[in-house]
């Protein structure tokens, strides 16, 4: 059984860089069809996609988070990461990893399967 | 990028009865790429339904999904406890998420 787990710290202060990993157990992140998605979920519920790393390393994100973002993936760890850039209180949030489920052969689509349990991030000095 | 508008925003029901939640979307979209998620308190949300109908993986048959072009509906045939909660629509397109701002179903 595939399992997801955020880590990272819960407090950054404005202007600074949040950083977050997301463990993979149970499975290779190498392997399938998958993209490794960061998604949050703003205090007022709203979801928002962040973006996606595949286990290549390539990768695609929110055009309106993009200038601040980078993802990479670490296959010899089973780990992906996120660094948000210059951050301010509006990106407080909890922060989600997920696996989504695509094959790029097909078109088929399969949702985000599999989700982490969110980690809380406030941006306060 | 596609806007997904749900309603209602809340749907006030009592247990064993029929859910039907609604997700509309600003333009056309494949049926291929709309999913449904359910999010309980202090939980990630859990995918319900992928492709616009396909149940995923545990999902009781009483979830149902449909629609096609710009409308798709969520239909919980009859409500259990564990099924008051939020749930979201989700459509999938040029490599990226795009997610409704959710409808809550309470218990009445």
């Known amino acids: 059984q595939v399992q997801l787990q955020e880590s990272g710290p819960g407090l950054v202060k404005p202007s600074q860089t949040l950083s977050l990993i997301c463990t993979v157990s149970?499975?290779?992140?190498?392997?399938?069809?998958?993209?490794w998605t960061w998604i949050r979920q703003y205090p007022g519920k709203g979801l928002e996609w962040i973006g996606y790393i595949y286990h290549s390393g390539s990768t695609d994100y929110n055009p309106s988070l993009k200038s601040r973002i980078t993802m990479s993936v670490d296959t010899s760890k089973n780990q992906f990461s996120l660094k948000l850039r210059s951050v301010t209180a509006a990106d407080t949030a909890v922060y989600y990893c997920?696996?989504?489920?695509?094959?790029?052969?097909?078109?088929?689509?399969?949702?985000?399967?599999?989700w982490g349990q969110g980690t809380t991030v406030t941006v306060s000095s | 990028e596609v806007v997904l508008t749900q309603s209602p925003g809340t749907l006030s029901l009592s247990l064993g009865e029929r859910a039907t939640l609604s997700c509309r979307a600003s333009r056309s979209l494949s049926t291929t790429y709309l999913a449904w998620y359910q999010q309980k308190p202090g939980q990630a949300p859990r995918l319900l339904i992928y492709g616009t109908s396909s149940r995923a993986t545990g999902i009781p048959h009483r979830f149902s999904g449909s629609g096609s072009g710009t409308d798709f509906t969520l239909t919980i045939s009859r409500l259990e406890p564990e099924d008051f909660a939020v749930y979201y629509c989700?459509?999938?397109?040029?490599?990226?998420?795009?997610f409704g701002q959710g409808t809550k179903v309470e218990i009445k």
């Open positions: 997920a696996r989504e489920s695509y094959d790029i052969l097909t078109a088929a689509y399969y949702g985000l399967d599999v």
């Open positions: 149970g499975d290779s992140i190498s392997t399938g069809n998958y993209f």
């Open positions: 989700q459509h999938y397109g040029n490599s990226r998420s795009t």
